[in-house]
């Protein structure tokens, strides 16, 4: 089979080693001597934030790697530093890139995970190569328990060498683009083939067929895997590439970013990524400062990225306000709570509405939209669990008892009912309110044994009024009872309140503000959230549902300040504030826990840029405490391992640009180094990752795909398979941007995506020519499936001037044309080096027959590689068939320079060279493109003389054999004839069968060939039949005319050879349809038929001679002759009767057992018993006068007798 050559294997998979930490530009990093950037550099002032479009600076794409396999432990100490500090740098710079990814995936409000992604199969390692060709190796072995018939067995084993032995299966595992499905696909694609050419089998369709043979292939394939197992491992592969949860999500780019586990929790634990509330906020202050940003752009347009055309820097500010709007309708569109998304609030505008204290009573309709109590209603779920009761001592034992409960004077519900002496229960009264501060009543009775009594008796109550933040865990509560009730009743009870998802915090302090809340006072407040951006803090009363007052926190900042001693003497210890311009609310807490807890809420729900710094730290403790006190161990733990630079940066100051190219790469190159065969498509997790990030900092979608061209470019050149369709959906959402379509919405193109651009369009194109080139090796066996006839379909996108003018079809069909004419040169190139063809044309010592072995050689894997292209990428050139042909003819061109060597260097008058124009003409021939082409008319011109010259030898040498060979023959029985004769027919038929085989291309040549082949034939054959007659008549005088003659066996002989020349004759030279203008069968037709009558003739003369001269001894009995009175008184025999008796017998066995044509003996015995009739009757005649002596009578009836064995 046609195999590739290693060293051009070797050097496209040395240029680069296959470290999943070390990419392309990270190498040309390290070999430039570029340091990667530190972490400083990330964060850059308004003046320069726009560096982060620059597209050029490949420096970034790559860093070295921290692995300590990269340097050499020979560095100079200096050196050894600064490779250290680069690479703490890095990391970094990774940590803080880390940070950015945590935040998308924890709190995702733009992109989801895809589902509709096709599914990618498992890769195949080169290890799992070599176990596939030992398991198949196995098989042909037969070595396994797999039962095949011949039929599966022979297209294994085509499967074998072709497919698996081939080189350039090995580049493709190599290049990554290699799956089990592929293996699968080729050899299904080749056995449908073979089983439609398969005979038909009653009760058995070739469906079935095809079906059991792919069932043993995947046995052979699967080996001995335990077969339960396979299918779960294979789900659970699917499932991983499909979706992947948050924690799986962290991990992946853990692995990609180099980020270790503890890092992890350090950072998850201190952005808080669990508190949805916290991720949220986070986001709102990133949009403020993005909008910051926007600004400083709009008052200095030339801090901004330089444009193709001016007009668009102001486009670019709206743009970028666009998306700052756009992100906020997104954060606004994620629910708050159940019934809330239909607010006025739910989707704010950009320009927010101002904040005014509004008391319930201060709502008019002619004020500007403000909160209303529809805004911020509360639903509440309790649960009342009562457990046991204690104390009930003046109680009879027998006495049944049972508890009600109602909230805010709602539907009561009751318990079981208990005896007095075990009063126990485990129920649980639900209830809803919208009340934040709602009154739980639960009742203890007995019933009342009393026949007129209609009431229980009630022996006590209790009143809870628990709030969100009160305790979860049951405690006693002291019944209020009657005056009749003289116990001391105690209740185990608990009360859950669960908080309502748009309650932020809740809690009672002091406050006082400005317009709201005037006078110093401890309310209960909650802090309700409306929307995303619409945060409220209210204030309520017992039983009301409604706030009393309430007040919107947008544009107030909230930090903690020391206490007022004026306000403290009337209340509070903990205070806090939280200011705006024209107002401001103070508020205190009794406990320094409660006080953090608040200022931490307001800061998430503000969405104030500063952080406010708790002055006193909490030491620990249970609740409250605790969630403070891990919180603030977080940060500390953070702050302590250097992660509290990475939290607390402002995202808006980094390159983000940047940061996406590098992240893009790593996840690039973690893709391409993972279990599937991917071609350089994102996992669904990756692209969700990817869209959020690009959504939430602002990173351009032609930078994205610019990028992503860039690193799939550099993996392409590095001989790492990528998928054509890929590079055409990146590179044609760039084209349709840069020539202005807004494929993302966005107008403006920079200076720097244009020229990238151009220059990603320049790589595209030569490395498409190249991979066109190249089809065979990098598409082999046409994998990955339709990859051709994308990278075809891209080449034409490529060449394309704009987006909206196609190119000339002529254009397109000069560039492949091109391609194909290289790809020629390139086949051919490595068909030879396979074969050594240029060592055998160029060796003088190597014999002409081995050299024509081995073109003959080269033959059969042109034709190979020719029936492949056919076989596998074909129907990838269909739009370009002529082309595809034209490459054929010039790959044929080529061979036909060494075909020319090779024939020249034989010897004059060889005939070897004959099976080349065999094995070449028959395959040209069948297939209909190349059959009269160039090399096929070449191939004619070449041979032509060679086959006329062969026939005039072998027509010299026919007509020497017959002159020697009937000079010398003996006349011996061979065959049908005699050894001359088989020899001259035998040459004559292998002559006609060779010719015909040939199946010489030319039709005029080929019936001048024809014509004087039967020619031929038939003038070879009638020297033939000449040369037996002379020598039958030579044969046919011998012997005497008496009853002791016996037909030699070499006459018999002859019989044959004029019989077996006419059957050869209808075979060498049968009637033909132009009858009328060759007539050379006819003429040896009638030749042979006259010698074979004249044959005939002549030994019936001679046989007939015989009965004559009997006749003539019988004469001398005549009556009245002399003998007659003398030979009257002798008494004689039946001696001359029975001698002729023995002849005609003797001759009759001779001749029947040593003639082979049924048809000439009944002829010949015709002739014979006619003219030994017509004799025997004109010697009767001529004695009708006389009487015939007893003697005479005697022997003509026993003559007679005789006669009938001739009949």
């Known amino acids: 089979m046609l195999k590739s050559s290693s060293s051009e294997d070797e050097s496209e998979s040395e240029d680069y080693p296959d470290d999943p930490d070390i990419s392309h530009s990270s190498q040309r990093n390290l070999r430039e001597g570029v340091s990667a950037s530190s972490n400083d550099s990330l964060a850059h002032s308004t003046s320069a934030v726009h560096t982060r479009g620059s597209l050029s600076d490949r420096s970034v794409g790559r860093p070295s790697s921290p692995s300590h396999s ?32 945590m935040r998308c995936i924890a709190y995702p409000f733009n992109a989801k995970q895809p589902t509709d992604m096709v599914r990618r199969q498992t890769k195949v390692t080169r290890q799992q190569l070599q176990i596939i060709k030992d398991r198949f190796q196995t098989f042909l072995n037969g070595d396994t328990q797999i039962v095949a018939d011949e039929a599966f067995c022979n297209a294994v084993q085509s499967y074998y060498e072709v497919f698996l032995k081939s080189d350039r299966v090995l580049k493709m595992v190599n290049s990554g683009g290699c799956s089990s499905n592929d293996f699968r696909e080729v050899f299904k694609n080749n056995v449908e083939k073979r089983v439609r ?154 320009k927010r509405a101002q904040n005014t204290a509004v008391s319930m009573m201060e709502v008019t309709e002619d004020s500007e939209p403000t909160l209303s109590k529809a805004d911020v209603v509360l639903s509440f779920t309790l649960e009342v669990l009562v457990m046991e009761v204690k104390g009930l001592k003046s ?102 309140m669960d908080k309502p998802q748009n309650m932020k915090h809740c809690g009672w302090t002091y406050c006082q503000g400005r317009t709201a809340w005037k006078k110093w006072k401890k309310r209960f407040y909650v802090l309700v959230q409306v929307s995303q951006y619409t945060f409220a803090m209210c204030s309520y009363r017992e039983k009301k549902a409604d706030p009393n007052e309430m007040m919107q926190l947008d544009g107030f900042t909230v930090n903690y300040i020391d206490a007022d001693q004026e306000l403290e003497a009337q209340g509070g210890r903990f205070f806090f504030k939280a200011v705006k311009e024209g107002d401001s609310l103070t508020f205190a807490c009794d406990e320094e826990v409660d006080r953090q807890l608040w200022v931490q809420a307001i800061y998430r729900a503000t969405g104030q840029s500063y952080k406010p710094v708790p002055p006193t730290q909490i030491s620990g403790g249970k609740g409250s405490n605790a969630i403070i006190s891990r919180l603030q161990g977080d940060a500390d733990r953070a702050r302590k391992h250097g992660m509290d630079e990475f939290i607390q940066r402002n995202p808006s100051t980094f390159n983000h640009a940047q940061l996406f190219k590098l992240l893009q790469e790593l996840m690039l190159d973690h893709r391409l180094n993972d279990s599937f065969s991917c071609l350089g498509w994102f996992s669904p997790g990756q692209i969700f990752v990817l869209d959020e990030y690009c959504a939430r900092y602002g990173v351009r979608g032609c930078h994205r795909h610019l990028c992503y061209l860039d690193n799939l470019l550099d993996r392409a050149e590095n001989s790492q398979m990528i998928d054509p369709t890929l590079i055409h959906y990146s590179f044609a959402f760039c084209a349709s941007h840069v020539h202005g379509n807004r494929p993302d919405g966005n107008g403006t193109v920079t200076v720097e995506e244009t020229d990238k651009f151009e220059e990603i369009k320049e790589r595209l194109r030569v490395l498409l020519e190249y991979q066109i080139t190249h089809f065979r090796y990098c598409f082999p066996f046409g994998r990955p499936d339709q990859a051709l006839k994308a990278a075809l379909s891209l080449l034409e996108r490529v060449l394309m001037k704009d987006i909206a ?45 081995r050299r024509l072995e081995d073109v003959i050689h080269l033959a059969e894997l042109c034709i190979d590689v020719l029936q492949q292209n056919d076989e596998h990428h074909a129907e990838a050139f269909a739009w370009f068939s002529d082309l595809l042909i034209e490459h054929a003819e010039l790959f044929w061109s080529l061979y036909a320079v060494d075909m020319d060597a090779a024939l020249e260097a034989q010897p004059q008058d060889t005939w070897d060279s004959f099976p080349l124009f065999q094995l070449l003409n028959d395959y040209i021939r069948s297939d209909p493109n190349l059959n009269g082409g160039r090399f096929h008319q070449h191939l004619r011109d070449t041979f032509a003389s060679q086959v006329i010259r062969y026939v005039d030898l072998m027509e010299s040498s026919i007509a020497q054999s017959i002159h020697k060979g009937f000079e010398k023959e003996r006349w011996q029985p061979e065959g049908n004839g005699t050894p001359t004769s088989e020899e001259i027919f035998w040459k004559l038929d292998a002559l006609q069968s060779f010719i015909r085989e040939l199946h010489w291309p030319d039709e005029e040549f080929a019936r001048h060939l024809d014509h004087r082949l039967k020619q031929m034939a038939a003038d070879m054959v009638e020297s033939c039949v000449n040369r037996t007659m002379k020598a039958f008549e030579c044969w046919i005088k011998k012997g005497r005319t008496t009853t002791d003659y016996r037909v030699p066996s070499e006459i018999c002989v002859m019989f044959n050879v004029l019989n077996d020349a006419r059957n050869q004759s209808l075979k060498l030279c049968p009637p033909n349809r132009d009858q009328e203008t ?100 004109d010697w009767l005649s001529d004695r009708m006068e006389i009487q015939l002596h007893i003697y005479q009578l005697n022997t003509l009836l026993r003559i007679t007798k005789v006669f009938f064995c001739l009949d």
């Open 395 to 496: 109680l009879a034992p027998n006495r049944i008892v049972y508890c009600t409960m109602e909230v805010d004077g709602g539907d009561k519900l009751q318990t079981d009912q208990a005896e007095a002496s075990k009063p126990a229960w485990d129920t649980q009264g639900d209830f809803t309110t919208t009340h934040p501060m709602p009154i739980v009543k639960v009742k203890l009775y007995t019933e009342n044994t009393g026949m007129l009594s209609i009431d229980d008796t009630l022996l006590g109550k209790v009143v809870v009024r628990p709030t969100p933040n009160s305790p979860k865990t049951p405690e006693w509560y002291k019944l209020y009872t009657p005056k009749s009730v003289t116990d001391k009743i105690t209740l185990k009870l608990a009360v859950r």
């Open 197 to 350: 050419s398969l005979p038909e089998i009653d009760g058995l369709s070739k469906e079935t067929v095809l079906s059991s043979w792919m069932t043993k292939f995947d046995a052979i394939y699967r080996g001995e895997e335990d077969q339960r197992k396979q299918p779960q491992r294979l789900s659970t592969l699917a499932g991983s590439e499909l979706i992947l949860s948050k924690e799986q999500l962290y991990e992946m780019f853990q692995n990609i970013l180099g980020v270790k586990k503890f890092e992890h929790q350090l950072l998850y634990n201190a952005c808080q990524l669990d508190n949805a509330d916290e991720q949220a906020a986070q986001i709102r202050r990133e949009l403020d400062g993005r909008l910051q940003f926007i600004e400083s752009i709009a008052k200095q347009p030339k801090k901004g990225p330089k444009f193709v055309l001016k007009e668009m820097e102001e486009m670019y500010v709206e743009e970028l306000r666009a998306q700052v709007n756009l992100l906020m309708a997104n954060l606004e569109s994620l629910p708050v709570s159940k019934g809330n998304t239909d607010s006025k609030y739910s989707l704010q505008k950009l």
């Open 805 to 849: 003018t196609p190119i000339p079809q002529e254009e397109v069909f000069s560039t492949i044309e091109k391609c194909l004419k290289n790809a020629a040169l390139v086949n051919y190139e490595q068909v030879s080096t396979y074969a050594k063809i240029e060592e055998s044309l160029n060796s003088i010592d190597l014999p002409p027959e």
């Open 70 to 101: 990269v340097s050499t432990s020979s560095e100079p100490p200096g050196r050894e530093e600064e490779r250290a500090l680069r690479e703490e740098e890095e990391h970094k710079r990774r940590l803080q890139l880390y940070v950015f990814v």
């Open 1078 to 1177: 060759y007539q050379y069968h006819t003429q040896i037709e009638s030749v042979i038929q006259g010698e074979n009558k004249k044959m005939v003739n002549e030994l019936v003369t001679k046989l007939t001679q015989v009965l004559r001269n009997v006749l003539d001894k019988l004469a001398r009995y005549d009556e009245g002759t002399f003998f007659a009175s003398i030979l009257s008184f002798t008494n004689p025999g039946m001696e001359l009767a029975d001698a002729y008796a023995e002849f005609i017998c003797d001759n009759l066995e001779d001749i029947t057992a040593r003639t082979h044509d049924d048809q000439f003996l009944l002829c010949l015995y015709e002739a014979w018993y006619t003219s030994n009739m017509n004799l025997l009757c």
